[in-house]
T-cell receptor, first 112, second 116 residues
Framework: GDSVTQMEGPVTLSEEAFLTINCTYT??????LFWYVQYPGEGLQLLLK?????DKGSNKGFEATYRKETTSFHLEKGSVQVSDSAVYFC???????????FGKGTKLTVNP | GAVVSQHPSRVICKSGTSVKIECRSL??????MFWYRQFPKQSLMLMAT?????????EQGVEKDKFLINHASLTLSTLTVTSAHPEDSSFYIC????????????FGQGTRLTVV
């Protein structure tokens, strides 16, 4: 079945450092790919998405490119802020359904 | 984007009682909603797919009689944890597709259930 493998954390960075969180996937079809963010005690918020190969999703300084050849969707940000501290989930949906398969999540802590 | 509201955000109940969690789509109609469970420091696991006007579809290993799902209208799905036990304590989150024009799912705020 479909699966998502995500870099496990926790990840601790200093403010303004560069962030990369790796994500790879396996899917039988042509999935849509997502990054969701979860702040402490809250639900999930969509951070960015990409629906086809070579698409780049971006939001709030975060970026991820849908790489079909490497089945990857790595999350990057050039300069993190303390407010970016959260848990980040890579996810896919396949076949046009909104049902999601999640990676295990990566906890990011950014120190001042 | 579409808004999904989940209630309550926190609930504490005694062992053996039942707890109902509501998930509402506020500005769109959702024929399908999804219920996830999140264990501490772990990912979200899909429990079931809630289908408006028909029976829910449960994932393998999820007890249908313990986690009752009702999707009686296009804007409301409920999850009832019956005869709750401490091992049912968890974070439960619902989601729904945003309808036409959206590929992503929108999530409720989540419910922290503690069974004592």
């Amino acid at each position: 079945g479909d699966s998502v493998t995500q870099m496990e954390g926790p990840v601790t960075l200093s403010e303004e450092a560069f962030l990369t969180i790796n994500c790879t996937y396996t899917a039988t079809g042509y999935p849509s790919l997502f990054w969701y963010v979860q702040y402490p005690g809250e639900g999930l918020q969509l951070l960015l998405k990409a629906t086809k190969a070579d698409d780049k999703g971006s939001n709030k300084g975060f970026e991820a490119t849908y790489r079909k050849e490497t089945t990857s969707f790595h999350l990057e940000k050039g300069s993190v802020q303390v407010s970016d501290s959260a848990v980040y989930f890579c996810a896919l949906s396949d076949g046009g359904s909104e049902k999601l398969v999640f990676g295990k999540g990566t906890k990011l802590t950014v120190n001042p | 984007g579409a808004v999904v509201s989940q209630h309550p955000s926190r609930v504490i109940c005694k062992s053996g009682t039942s707890v109902k969690i509501e998930c509402r789509s506020l500005d769109f109609q959702a024929t399908t909603m999804f219920w996830y469970r999140q264990f501490p420091k772990q990912s979200l696991m899909l429990m079931a797919t809630s289908n408006e006007g028909s029976k829910a579809t449960y994932e393998q290993g999820v007890e249908k009689d313990k986690f009752l799902i009702n999707h009686a209208s296009l804007t409301l799905s409920t999850l009832t944890v019956t005869s709750a036990h401490p091992e049912d304590s968890s974070f439960y989150i619902c989601s729904a597709g945003g309808g036409q024009g959206y590929v992503e799912a929108f999530f409720g705020q989540g419910t922290r259930l503690t069974v004592v």
